[in-house]
Structure formats: structure tokens, C-alpha cells
């Protein structure tokens, strides 16, 4: 089986930028590997530019990568799934949604689950704003920011940023959640690999004061592996009821994308 992250998150090929970006793939991989069905091949694909991808961008993305006819699923690797509907009404191979995978997982393990998103402009309202799109206000406490900005650097010493994610998911459990959702990608290979400090956490950080912590991108292949299973078995994967949406990738001209 194959499937592709589609990220909205690119850089121009072999810039110290795109190392990086597959140091982050590194660490998917490597928190994946222990739970996906060793036949899996898991690509990376991301925009060849530095600018954020606008929507045409990133359905174009999902477009190419279904055109190879090579994937048997597509995951979004952006947490909030950006332009996932409108690539589930344009593809026939199942498209994931990492957020919307992990929050119905929590809402199954959990009464109510907490969100921690970066601490950007915006992180806190948009996460609450799709959690309420997914019709899952009633299941979810108030996202709660994470109070450290230097992620990237957390993905080679991860020691301080645990520390916060910690903080910040006391604040949730506080407020009643008994399941807590890293908000963000790099957030998530954090947690789930601890670079720099896995002699203190050798699995990643699984839980906090006895609450579970959701593997993001875990729960997302292994909720792809099942749709794809579940499509070639003649399976239905999704209703096709709902109208097209009417988003065109025609126009995109962009730089194209590159893979790892």
C-alpha cells in the first residue's frame, strides 16, 4: 500500500529550508513505523516554495499526486486539514484529515478532548473555529496555546517544549479533557518522538498526569490503511450526495512540487 502527505507547508528543493521540512518527515516516519502494516510506503510531498500555499495550491497537490495513480490514499499534513472536502469530492482514493482523524479518536477515548495549538496569530481561534465546523464543540474543552514558539528547533532538542506541552495540557485537563490533541505537525513529531531527550521519554510523551496524548499522525495512517482496505474490498469510503465545490486548480501556476 502507498500513501501520500499532501503539506501546506513547502520550500524550494535542496535549500537548507527543505532539510528541514524532511527532518520533520524523518520523525513522521519514524513515529508511524510502529504502527503502520510494514507494506506501507509512506511519500512526502510539499510545494517548491518558500511562499504559503494558497488553496489552488494545495488542492492541486492532492490533484497530482491521485493523477500519478500510483497512492492508494492521501493524508493532509497540515493539522486543520486545509482544501480536505474539496479533495474528497475530487478524488476517488480516500483523503484523510490528520485533525479530524485525531478529534473523532479522542471523542471515542474520552468524554471531552483539548487541543493544543502553536502560539501563532490566530492558532486558538481557528482550531476552536474547525473544531465547531466538525460538529464537535460539545466533545472538546477550549483550545489552549502551547507556550513555546521555538518549534523548529524543539525537533533537535525537544526538552523545553515537552516542558510547555506539559503546561498547556495541564490548563486542559483542568478544564476537563480527558484526551489532549497536539494542534500542529511539528508539535506532534515532538511529542511523539522526543528528540534529545528520549532516554526520559523512549516512546514519546503518551500521556500527561494519566490523560492520554494522540498520536496525530499515527491514527491518520492507520485510518488510511482502513479506508483503503475498506475501497478495494468494494467498501464504500464516502457519499458522493454532497455538490462538487466548485474550487478550480486549473489556474495554479505555481513551482511545482517535490517529493521524500
Same mark, same amino acid.
Given at each position: ?7 501546506? +507547508?513547502?520550500? =524550494? ?18 513515529? +508511524? ?8 510506503? #509512506? /511519500? ?24 500519478? *495513480?500510483? !497512492?492508494?490514499? +492521501?493524508?493532509?499534513? $497540515? ?6 472536502? =474539496? ?6 482514493? &480516500?483523503?484523510? *484529515? ?46 489552549? /496555546? ?8 524543539? #525537533? ?22 480527558? /484526551?489532549?490533541?497536539?494542534? $500542529? ?10 528528540? *534529545? $531527550?528520549?532516554?526520559? !521519554? &523512549? ?12 498520536? +496525530? ?9 482502513? #479506508? ?30 517535490? #517529493?521524500?
Amino acid at each position: 500500500m502507498k500513501i501520500g502527505f499532501v503539506s501546506a +507547508v513547502g520550500a =524550494e528543493e535542496n535549500t537548507p529550508l527543505a532539510e528541514f521540512i524532511k527532518q520533520v518527515d524523518r520523525l513522521a516516519r519514524n513515529q +508511524v513505523g510502529r504502527v503502520k502494516a510494514e507494506d506501507t510506503e #509512506l /511519500v512526502f510531498q510539499m510545494p517548491g516554495s518558500d511562499e504559503p500555499p494558497n488553496d489552488e495550491e494545495i488542492l492541486r497537490g492532492y490533484l497530482e499526486m491521485a493523477r500519478a *495513480g500510483e !497512492y492508494d490514499a +492521501v493524508i493532509s499534513w $497540515c493539522f486543520l486539514d486545509p482544501m480536505k472536502k =474539496e479533495a474528497r469530492q475530487a478524488l476517488e482514493i &480516500p483523503v484523510i *484529515g490528520i485533525a479530524e482523524t485525531a478529534m473523532h479518536m479522542a471523542s471515542m477515548m474520552g468524554a471531552r478532548f483539548g487541543v493544543i495549538a502553536p502560539d501563532e496569530p490566530g492558532g486558538k481561534e481557528t482550531t476552536d473555529g474547525y473544531i465547531r465546523t466538525l460538529g464537535l464543540q460539545d466533545r472538546a474543552v477550549p483550545t489552549r /496555546v502551547l507556550p513555546y514558539k521555538n518549534l523548529w528547533s524543539a #525537533l533537535t532538542d525537544a526538552s523545553e517544549g515537552i516542558d510547555a506541552m506539559i503546561k498547556a495540557g495541564r490548563g486542559l485537563i483542568s478544564d476537563g479533557a480527558e /484526551v489532549i490533541i497536539p494542534g $500542529c505537525v511539528l508539535i506532534d513529531v515532538m511529542a511523539a518522538n522526543a528528540p *534529545g $531527550c528520549e532516554q526520559e !521519554y &523512549p516512546n514519546g510523551l503518551k500521556e500527561i498526569d494519566g490523560v492520554p496524548v494522540i498520536n +496525530v499522525a499515527a491514527y491518520a495512517v492507520k485510518f488510511a490503511e482502513t #479506508l483503503a482496505a475498506m475501497k478495494k474490498a468494494g467498501v464504500p469510503w464516502i457519499s458522493r450526495k454532497a455538490p462538487e465545490q466548485g474550487v478550480s486548480a486549473t489556474k495554479y501556476k505555481g513551482p511545482g512540487f517535490w #517529493l521524500d
